[in-house]
């Protein structure tokens, strides 16, 4: 062989082995980085909470994961493969608030070639669940970290042990009692306040609301305000930007503090900061605390920015009452996909709160209150429908409460955008429900509370 030859044999060989190499390359996480087609982290969100913490992170493509649990201190580590370390991970650290009532440090590095790891220091014993959500909405693929304290607040015990307005009443009544209440364990405190509530027959208290100078709640009732959306899930959004889930909040809080300012009445919230709450959980803590009325407060949006006006809407057994009913039951109901609900997890109890003999004389009283919160809503703002509608709203079925949901507005028309951010505006608005819910219970006196509404 020449020397011209051989010199022309080594240059092929070293040319297929750059070649070989480049291939090799393009097919390993650090080729894809190096080719600029790594896996991309494009935000992480932490959504704080009593309830949980939840850490999203957004990712531009499909990712491989692994996550185990570290103790002494209790620690979350996940495993992210073939993910390329950028700016976004590199804050973490700075996204997690002093106050979180579950994380204390979240922070990341790079483990190995190839891979990034996640740390999430714990503020006690948890019950961590980590699960992926498919593109929705104007979201890409989500890896989703849920921190759930191993011993979570008991909303029963939180509204016990809270100085209610109103509780004197109650406790009034229990004074003759041979428990005192400093004595007495939480669950009997729980089961005496049952039977306080069920000592007045129903001609009882029809009687005690009509006699003058009387409240026309006779008994301590609680009311569940449900604001709609949260955290993950922004609901509608208005053309100034204005996110539905920020203006329910705001009309929720001022209408549990108005409701809170009348005689033997209470308010509890599903949600009292921006966290996504899942439908039927919410469903599950108004059984939970044995609820009078479920109110869920929305602000309605449309295609067409010219589209105006509040509307009630009550659960329907039998189809919706029009096609805009059963479009807004659909939108609503896919708030869980949005939010994004782990469906590995079953829960026995909420798949009980789905059925019950009781529901259709539920569903009589939720149109009762409808009708009498819609007369009022009409006082302050123009009515999209002049009655109270019907579809198959998940977050309205629960079997033993009356349960509405309110559209205060349409936050997708400018006018009424404004109108929702208003403070003056939110205040009337919080006042008209109130005097609906006034106006049905003078109508509908509380009576004994079911055996059904406890999930022991």
Do not use: C
């Amino acid at each position: 062989m020449s020397a011209s030859a051989e010199k022309r044999l080594v240059a092929r060989r070293r040319l297929i082995k750059f070649t070989g190499a480049s291939l090799l390359l393009s097919v390993s996480p650090l080729g894809q980085a190096a080719a600029g087609r790594a896996v991309g982290i494009v935000a992480v969100r932490v959504w704080p909470a009593a309830d949980y913490t939840r850490v999203t992170i957004e990712h531009n493509a499909p990712l491989k994961y692994t996550h185990f649990l570290v103790k002494d201190p209790d620690r979350l580590v996940v495993d992210l493969e073939g993910v390329e370390f950028n700016g976004v991970l590199d804050g973490l650290a700075s996204k997690v608030a002093a106050d979180d009532p579950n994380i204390r440090l979240l922070r990341a590095g790079r483990y190995k070639p190839g891979v990034v790891r996640l740390v999430m220091e714990l503020k006690g014993e948890a019950n961590p669940q980590v699960f992926e959500l498919a593109p929705v909405g104007g979201y890409g693929h989500r890896l989703v970290l849920d921190v759930y304290p191993l011993n979570p607040p008991d909303p029963l015990l939180s509204l016990i042990d809270r100085n209610e307005p109103g509780q004197a009443v109650v406790e009034s009544r229990m004074a003759s009692r041979p428990d005192s209440r400093s004595e007495a364990r939480p669950e009997a405190v729980a089961d005496s306040r049952r039977e306080v509530r069920n000592e007045a027959a129903p001609g009882e208290q029809r009687a005690a609301a009509k006699r003058p100078g009387r409240p026309v709640v006779d008994r301590l009732v609680t009311i569940t305000l449900d604001p709609g959306h949260g955290g993950e899930d922004p609901g509608a959004v208005g053309s100034g930007g204005s996110y539905e889930k920020n203006v329910t909040l705001a009309v929720a809080r001022r209408l549990k503090a108005k409701i809170e300012a009348e005689p033997n009445m209470r308010a509890v919230l599903t949600r009292d900061a921006d966290y996504f709450v899942p439908l039927q959980a919410r469903v599950q803590k108004a059984r939970r605390i044995q609820s009078d009325l479920f109110v869920s407060i929305h602000a309605d949006a449309f295609v067409r920015p010219d589209a105006n006006g509040s509307s009630v809407f009550v659960l329907s057994e039998s189809g919706a009452s029009s096609s805009a009913a059963r479009y807004l039951a659909q939108k609503e109901n896919a708030a869980d996909l949005i939010g994004g609900v782990n469906i590995d997890v079953k829960d026995p109890v909420l798949a009980r709160t789905l059925l019950d003999l009781s529901q259709t004389a539920t569903i009589n009283d939720s149109l009762k209150l409808g009708k009498a919160v819609l007369g009022e809503i009409g006082g302050i703002n123009r009515l999209h429908k002049a009655n109270v509608e019907q579809a198959g709203f998940a977050v309205l079925k629960a079997p033993d409460i009356p349960s509405i949901l309110i559209e205060t507005a349409f936050i997708s028309n400018p006018e009424e955008e404004k109108k929702l951010n208003d403070d003056a505006y939110q205040d009337k608005m919080a006042e008209a429900i109130l005097s609906g819910i006034r106006k049905y219970f003078a109508r509908n006196p509380p009576l004994a509370k079911s055996r059904l509404a406890r999930l022991d």
